[in-house]
């Protein structure tokens, strides 16, 4: 029996079958292993932050229910404030989600290799986990998905779009008859959607078994300020709302998330620039032996040919490079993920691992 600090008090038993979710932290040159955004917000936005900050009222809770943000959201995607819920970082939110409608003896139903918090959370909130498999392709196979949910009959279906770690997002199609065959609540994980072309945003209806989420940490800039948000049906967002810490979501955070909307047109730049690097070191890394699959996010999967992946993930480090080793994760044997950088930080992989890999 786990117990604490030495005493009779025990941990949950279950736990010792979690493992914790954690990226490795290397201090290099060049650090391609989280998919932030590569360059800090624009100058115009810290300079608006710093002067909200100066008239905020600290000795005061925060806006228990963010609505200022939430409006700003709603019109952002032409949406009620009734349908958005905010929170710390997107992985809050899918806590928030499985604390409103997992538990125990409940299922949840998700399809690897895709983003494996989702069922880490799961799990920690007493939720059991079923497993689909992808296709060779790391696509959706539709019987699969019908069998899954016909046996599982889950609360929750996750959908990962674009996903994380593979990158293609799900066609239009594909994601509206995943939500047509499921018998509860559709959750579409967008952390990357603004990088693709498709969005699962017209299905998340007042009404409905749709949910989308989003997170300012990657297109927006601002992964230090750990911020997302759903847009889904009324009564669940109001469910969400019961679940949350009391003030849960501090003033100095709602105003960076109001601030950043601001720069929409600036960020929609940023992310042409990313979508075009991406498409070079695709075209590099289709010069270089490995096999490399199409990506509608801000990274890349590739598996090195005839080399072990974790020797090649050290002798990056080693040329002060990190990637993402993702070769231990279910249906990902042989596989790195490389974020998508500045032109001079993707330079500087390619450089590396060409060297690495001849």
Known sequence: MRTVGGSKVPLRADLALIEGYHSPQVDVAVRLNTNEAPLPPPEGFVEALAEEIRSLPFHRYPDRSAKALRAALADLHGVGAEQVFCANGSNEVLQCLLLAVGGPGRRVALFEPTYQLHAHIARITGTEVVVGRR???????????????????????????????????????????????????????????????DTALPLARPEGNVVVVRTFSKTWSMAAARLGYAVGPVALVEALHDVALPYHLDAMKQAAGRIALRFRTEMEARIAGI????????????????????????????????????????????RSVLVRDCSTWPGLDGCLRVTVGTPAENTAFLAALGEVLT
């Open 275 to 318: 979508v075009e690097e991406r498409g070079r070191l695709a075209a590099a890394l289709a010069n270089l032996p490995v096999e490399v699959w199409p990506s509608d996010a801000n990274f890349i999967l590739f598996r090195p040919a005839h080399r072990d992946a974790a020797d090649v993930w050290l002798e990056l480090v080693e």
């Open 135 to 197: 296709d060779e392709q790391f696509g959706l196979d539709m019987d699969e998905v019908a069998r899954v949910l016909a046996a599982a009959e889950p609360v929750v279906t996750f959908l990962c779009s674009p996903n994380n770690p593979t990158g293609r997002a799900e066609p239009a199609d594909v994601v509206g008859r995943v939500v047509e065959m499921a018998p509860g609540l559709v959750v579409v994980d967008e952390a990357y959607g603004q990088f693709a072309r």
